[in-house]
């Protein structure tokens, strides 16, 4: 399985006005300050979006049977050639849908080739991968299975065979799937992880902040926003995931092997489609819980939030960020950070 991470992030700081007490002694902000703040939100409104309540796909109806299904093939070492690994080794949903590792170990031993994106909130990402290659989380969740150097099942029929074999999975199988003759089959795998997966939202205090609250994000996560949105950060990372939704080069400006260190030059899209106007093109991630899905970029070459956003100035916005904005900037970003209900984290009871 594959992960995610920090694309273009701006600079500049806002100075906010001191309080000042009113007749009565109370302390009252100042109104060039509430005035700032205002703007702020207003700006903030024009190119973020409350998180969804829901990803629903038309053609994958979520229902509490799929999604009981999904959760408990998603922790499921079933999966993998070996039993020693299921979806939540690399997708870890204790550690925020990652593993923290900068490539992911496979069934063999051996290593992926990119970082693992988180699995939370993916559902309403423009599509999966690195390079964009599979349009949703349905489709997303057959390819590790087969893959060769990751869960390492030789086809499709053979992960049919070993799930028929389970009791609890007939059973499962026919209560998701009603209609279905034979209930059992990869593309109902498919379905069932990516229901599953669709329930994986995160709201954070910044839908808060967007839907109304202007005290839910104290004044330097607003002056880290107001500095995100100024610098143009939101060319790519606007909506409601702050990106997710479009696919851009990597770097816009020099190499990005020359700041990252990477090891490795990944060619990004054009290594799945050969079209040179793909060299470097990699999906824009989003930028939901970013401060816990480290380390980042498509190779996880970086583990440090504040290196990344410097990094990122500078290759996407060619400019040098101070280390006065780019720490406005991480705590803004750590304001999108929100954690799963505890029994959406833990193992199925079913695999105990």
Partial sequence: MIKKTLFIIGAGILAFSCSTPDETGTN?????????????AEKARAFFKILPDNANNPDNEVTAEK????????FDNRLSKDQTQSCNTCHNLDTYGVDNLPVSPGNNGGNGTRNSPTTLNAAL????????????????AGGPV????EMEMPNEEAVVERLSKVEMYKNMFKEAFPNDEKAISFKNVQ?????????????????????????????QEQAG???????????????????????QKFALFGNYWDLTNSAVIDSGRYAETKNPADMFIFKVPSLRNVEKTFPYFHDGSVTDLAEAVKIMGKTELNKDISDEDVKNIVVFLNSLTADLPTEVKAKPTELN
């Fill in 125 to 140: 990402h423009i599509s999966q991968f690195w390079d964009g290659r599979n349009k949703d989380v349905e489709e997303q």
């Fill in 67 to 74: 999604v009981k299904l999904g959760k408990v093939l998603y």
């Fill in 225 to 247: 926003l107001k500095s995100f949105i100024d610098n143009g950060c939101t060319t790519c990372h606007s909506g409601s995931l702050l990106g997710g939704n479009m696919l």
């Fill in 28 to 40: 009252t902000e100042n109104t060039d300050t509430v005035s700032v703040k205002n703007e702020i």
């Fill in 191 to 219: 379905k069932a992880i990516g229901a599953f997966e669709r329930t994986l939202l995160t709201p954070s205090k910044f839908d808060k902040y967007i839907a109304g609250d202007e005290t839910a994000l104290n004044e």
């Fill in 146 to 149: 087969l893959n060769p150097v």
